[in-house]
Structure formats: structure tokens, C-alpha cells
């Protein structure tokens, strides 16, 4: 081999052993393999993370399920109205109240008892304004066998409290008439109202009129504003 092949051949050599060098230095790092200590470690942290999503997924549906219980209310105690003392009338005037014991004369006649004549004035849905007052007038006979005194009251037995109790001015005597009254307020709001009044004796007895001297005295008005 003559001196200028030689020297080519050097040339070429060298370039060959450049060009290996290069394309050493660019081949990627093998990756480094993890020692069984790191791989437990790595292990650990996704089960803990792992456990720790499931935990909170678990405290999410707990707190769904307590906000979607239905409130529970406490309920009032059912009370029953009251029975009225008193059976109630049906009708306004010629009602039955509940009697009560009256003494008797020696022919059967009940001392006291009464009948109904009529209206003085007000009569049944009588047209008033709110808080009208006037002095409502029955008249009655005495149709028992004693005298009704001054000790005897007219007192409002059911109904709306439209009036006040009334009473007897004189003594009445059996046979004679007599003009009993209450004074009565119309209610502030528009409406029917009625009140049913009866007679007592000196002791608080009461009686009416009719059959069974259980018939009460009423009265009836229409309250228009």
C-alpha cells in the first residue's frame, strides 16, 4: 500500500470510529431497575390511597343518606271539644232546654210555668247594624199557680252572647201577662246571630214554656254592615 492509500485509509478509519462514538453517546440511559424496597414502598402508597378514596366515596353516600331523611314533625295532642251542658236548640223560638225540677200544687198544676204570646218587637232576622243595642221584649202569661217575684231572672241558657241577663220588675201573678226583656248588643261583624234565654225561680230553676215548660225564648237578628 503506497504512502497516499495509507493515508486515505486513516482518514476513513477515524471518521468510522467518530461516527460510533456519536451514535453511542445517543442511545437512551436503560432505565434503573427499582429494588424490592421501593417496590414495596410504591405498593403501601396505592393501597393507602386506595383505601383513603374508598373512605371518602363511603362518607359522601353516609352524609347523602342522612340529608335526604324525611323531618319528623311532633304532632299536637288531640284534644276532644267539650260536650255542651245544654242540648242545643233547633229552632228560634219554641226550643226545648233541658228542664228543670219545679215544685208542684197539690192538683197535679206545676207552680211555675208559662205561655209564649208572641214578639213585642224584634222579631225573627230582624235587620241591624254592628254594635246596634236595644231592649228586646217577649210577651208571657203566667199560667201556673204561683206568683213569679222580683227574685226571678231571665238568664241567656245557649247560643251567641248578644245580651245580658234580664229580670223581674214586679210580681206577677198567676193568670196575669207580663213583658220580660233583655238588653241586646249587635256583634261589630256582619252575620245571624241567636240567643236563647229561659225564666229562674228564687232557687236558679229554670223553666219555659210549652208542653214541658222547656221551651226557651229567643233572639234572632241579622247583623248588615
Do not use: H
Amino acid at each position: 500500500m503506497n504512502g497516499k492509500n495509507s493515508k486515505l485509509w486513516l482518514t476513513l478509519l477515524s471518521g468510522a470510529l467518530v461516527l460510533i462514538f456519536a451514535l453511542s453517546a445517543c442511545q437512551p440511559a436503560a432505565e434503573k431497575t427499582p429494588s424490592p424496597e421501593e417496590i414495596a414502598q410504591r405498593v403501601a402508597l396505592t393501597q393507602q390511597a386506595a383505601a383513603t378514596e374508598a373512605f371518602v366515596q363511603t362518607l359522601i353516600a353516609k352524609v347523602d343518606e342522612l340529608s335526604n331523611q324525611p323531618t319528623w314533625t311532633p304532632q299536637p295532642t288531640y284534644t276532644p271539644f267539650p260536650s255542651p251542658t245544654i242540648a242545643a236548640p233547633t229552632a228560634v223560638v219554641g226550643t226545648p232546654a233541658a228542664p228543670a225540677p219545679q215544685p208542684t200544687a197539690p192538683s197535679g198544676t206545676k207552680c211555675y210555668q208559662m205561655e209564649f204570646l208572641g214578639d213585642v218587637n224584634y222579631p225573627p232576622d230582624t235587620i241591624v247594624s254592628p254594635g246596634d243595642t236595644f231592649i228586646k221584649k217577649w210577651k208571657i202569661k203566667n199560667t201556673g199557680t204561683c206568683t213569679w217575684t222580683t227574685d226571678f231572672d231571665i238568664i241567656l241558657v245557649w247560643g251567641d252572647k248578644i245580651g245580658k241577663n234580664g229580670d223581674i220588675a214586679y210580681d206577677v201573678k198567676p193568670g196575669d201577662t207580663y213583658e220580660v226583656e233583655v238588653k241586646v248588643t249587635a256583634p261589630m261583624t256582619a252575620g245571624t246571630y241567636i240567643g236563647y234565654w229561659m225564666m229562674t225561680d228564687n232557687q236558679g230553676a229554670r223553666f219555659g214554656y210549652g208542653p214541658g215548660g222547656d221551651y226557651s225564648l229567643a233572639v234572632k237578628i241579622q247583623v248588615v254592615k
